[in-house]
């Protein structure tokens, strides 16, 4: 199979409406990736050669073509104008079509747990010889499907559920609505569709009763159930994202990372751990994070655009933003946040702390309540921090600021001048003590609240 020319054509022209959204239903997200996204990349992962990749767009076209295109350089787009069925859509793309092509493969921008086994299985009985390949499922209640009627291992029709009779209603072979169909026939068969319905539209199904009729090979696979479901609101969207979430973290796990509780931990759709990670319970991956072997993520921790290096210490309740790195046995730990920062192999940030746009050196330590302070209002400056450092609590580091190897800053220091190699910085005021005025003040304090209470 891996010689065999393939097209795919997604049909991605679906409305928002019942979405009650105001963009397209195929760029709502799942694990951080629109629908459609999800679909590409399950297309891409099921040849191992150039795929070429139709996708049929309707509303909000540019914005579907964006999103497509972080995925797919190649991708050509075609628009269907009117909405008159699916085959009406596969043949907004004939130009594609018409080029010569092994496989066709016909999928919806709205099925994102559609994997790349099914659609290789799909393939894979083109190449045996069949002519069309119908993907089925099973359901537990096959209310309201279309059955796949079989005779001696061929599909010989698809029968809507009002159309059907009493004995194919048992029929619990149902319609997945993907297809796979010989590029020598596909044009021919889509293009003699015909809109002979109650409702004047063109129904790609038809071409199985089309194919029957010309004596080809049709037949039909089962694929697992999630594989064809498509989503129309915003609680299917929630159930297909508890599905992939299920999906993702059986894969995490099966690769030798332990999650104490998997089932409050969600991954994004490009989320790499590598084994002997360990993340406890609450932890959220938001897009582009890596995280090395032999970390530790702790509870309640969220993460997106971060590298995580082995054995670092994560958390609980830490933030890390985009352009945090973090290097090998390096340490962000409670209630701390760092946004693009480069912390340094033994580094430590360990309690209460802001690191954004900064260099910590290996084996510095963060006190408690520190912060850079990088933002003037209206741009962004960085901090150095040198290697061995130790930054005292509550300091607060003016940036832009380069503090030197070995420095020692004094707790509750506001540093705004470089500090060289092994000084001692102080920004602070002396200490003075007035014996007496405690008393005085809180007399003073309760005369004014007594005023204000009259």
């Known amino acids: 199979m891996a010689s065999r020319s393939c097209l795919t054509i997604i049909l991605a022209a679906g409305e928002g409406t ?55 350089e190649t991708a050509r787009f075609y628009e269907q104008t009117e909405r008159l069925g699916t085959a009406h859509a596969v043949l907004a793309a004939r130009e594609a079509l018409a080029e010569a092509h092994d496989d066709v493969l016909v999928v919806f921008g709205d099925t994102p747990l559609i994997e790349e086994t099914s659609l290789r299985a799909a393939r894979g009985k083109l190449a045996e010889g069949a002519d069309i390949v119908v993907m089925g499922f099973r359901p537990e209640n096959p209310t309201g499907y279309g ?84 989503i129309n609101n915003r609680a299917e969207l929630a159930e297909a994202e508890a599905l992939w979430q299920t999906r993702k973290r059986r894969d995490v796990m099966l690769s030798g990372v332990t999650l104490i509780a998997p089932e409050t931990v969600f991954f994004a759709h490009d989320t790499l751990i590598e084994a002997d990670v360990l993340i406890e319970p609450n932890v959220f991956f938001g897009p582009k994070v890596t995280v090395e072997s032999g970390a530790v993520i702790h509870a309640f ?113 506001v540093i705004t001048d470089e500090v060289p190699e092994n000084a001692l910085a102080l920004g602070r005021a002396r200490q003075v003590n007035k014996e007496g005025r405690a008393e005085i003040l809180r007399e003073k304090y309760k005369s004014i609240k007594a005023s204000k209470n009259k």
């Open 301 to 413: 921790s969220h993460i997106e655009g971060a590298h995580i290096g082995a054995n670092t210490s994560v958390g609980p309740f830490a933030r890390l933003r985009p352009g945090a790195k973090l290097a090998e046995k390096s340490k962000v730990g409670n209630f701390c946040e760092v946004k693009n920062a480069d912390i340094g192999a033994g580094a430590k940030v360990n309690h209460l702390s802001y690191i954004g746009d900064a260099t910590v050196g290996a084996d510095t330590n963060i006190g408690a309540g520190v912060i850079t302070c990088n933002y003037d209002g209206y741009n962004k400056f960085k901090t150095i921090i040198g290697s061995n450092a130790f930054v005292g609590s509550n300091s607060a580091l003016v940036a832009p600021l380069t503090i030197g190897n070995g420095v020692y800053v004094a707790s509750g220091s």
């Open 147 to 230: 059955r796949l009627v079989e005779e001696d291992g061929k599909l010989i029709a698809i029968v809507e559920e009002k159309d059907a009779t009493d004995e194919q209603r048992k029929i619990t072979f149902c319609n997945g609505g993907l297809m796979a169909l010989s590029g020598k026939y596909a044009l021919q068969l889509i293009s003699a569709v015909k809109n002979d319905n109650s409702k004047g539209e063109y129904y790609l199904t038809d071409v199985v009763k089309l194919a029957h009729a010309q004596g080809l090979n049709v037949i039909a696979i089962d694929v697992p159930v999630e594989n064809v479901i498509g």
């Open 18 to 72: 019942r979405m009650k959204s105001s963009m397209s239903k195929v760029l709502h997200e799942i694990a951080g990736l629109p629908l459609v996204g999800h679909v590409v990349k399950a297309v891409q992962g099921a040849n191992d050669t150039k795929n070429d990749l139709a996708v049929v767009v309707g509303r909000g076209a540019a914005d579907v073509q964006k999103a497509v295109g972080k995925i797919s």
